[in-house]
């Protein structure tokens, strides 16, 4: 009797030591179809490469800055609010762009121009907030990044950090 348990025992070890194999070959598996598939290119039918949007292009030489906002999103009423701090020294136009009007509260004034337009809104495709897109004189799309502080808002639009006696404060 004890052979016959000691047999199993042995059996469900050998079992699990196979079990464990096949989980690490599958999870290697998956890792590299997420590899392969990060690599490859885009799906046909997805966004264009390069994207043209004629409001965002600038009479002038310098190109313009649009950050892309919700109005449930906390960072980025925080990353309007530093927009309008920065306004002075950023190196082109700065436009925020929303679907709710509440959103156009946060950039009171002449520095940072608000747009309310959820079709456009919808044309640009943004899959996060707060975005921050950056067009040519011609109103061709450059880049675009997902802005998760202040100090990347200041390295993107290439500004300045404001002092604190120079901060504007918003409410």
Known sequence: MQNVVNSLAVLSFLGTVLLLFAFAALLRMVRDLQQAAAKGPAP???????????????GDERPTFVLVVTETCPMCRE????????????????????????????????A??????????????????PTLIKYSPSGEEQWR??????????AFLEAAPVTADERVIIR
């Open 44 to 58: 046909a039918g997805t966004t264009p490469a390069t994207r043209s949007v004629p409001r965002f292009a600038s």
């Open 79 to 110: 990353r309007a609010s530093r927009l309008m701090e920065v306004s002075g020294a950023a190196a082109g136009h700065l436009v925020l762009l929303s679907a709710a009007e509440r959103c156009a509260e946060w950039v009171e004034g002449e």
């Open 112 to 129: 940072v121009t608000a747009i309310v337009d959820a079709t456009l809104l919808g044309t640009i495709a943004v899959g996060a907030t």
């Open 145 to 154: 990044r997902v802005v998760g502080s202040n100090a990347d808002l200041d």
